[in-house]
Nanobody, 124 residues
Framework: QVQLVESGGGLVQAGNSLKLSCVVSGLTFNRHAVGWFRQAPGKEREVVATIDGSGANTIYQNSVKGRFVIARDNAKNTVWLEILSPKPEDTADYYC?????????????????WGRGTQVAVSS
């Protein structure tokens, strides 16, 4: 059974970095890309960053480029999302998800395994 478990969310003051973790089990980790998504209150879920199975290739949503960093350690079955200088508009539920294959993609329907999410609230 595939499981993705997010952690690291909470209340953070704007400007103080925050690092989210996603631990994955139940699949051959390095064969799957992993993405981070977020859903703010009243808004649709959006993908913010993704990383391919090897960790060599990443893609970011334009709105977070330069402020978010995605990385993975295949020996630890873990993907991280670091939010540098968070802003109040980054407040959302953050989810990690895994695709069926190796390739990083911003196409949401390619993600077939999902975690339950972790809440991030950024105060001004």
């Amino acid at each position: 059974q595939v499981q993705l478990v997010e952690s690291g969310g909470g209340l953070v003051q704007a400007g103080n970095s925050l690092k989210l973790s996603c631990v994955v089990s139940g699949l051959t980790f390095n064969r799957h890309a992993v993405g981070w998504f977020r859903q703010a209150p009243g808004k649709e879920r959006e993908v913010v960053a993704t990383i391919d199975g090897s960790g060599a290739n990443t893609i970011y949503q334009n709105s977070v480029k330069g402020r978010f960093v995605i990385a993975r350690d295949n020996a630890k079955n873990t993907v991280w999302l670091e939010i540098l200088s968070p802003k109040p508009e980054d407040t959302a539920d953050y989810y990690c998800a895994a695709t069926k294959d190796h390739w990083a993609t911003l196409i949401s329907r390619e993600y077939v395994h999902w975690g339950r999410g972790t809440q991030v609230a950024v105060s001004s």
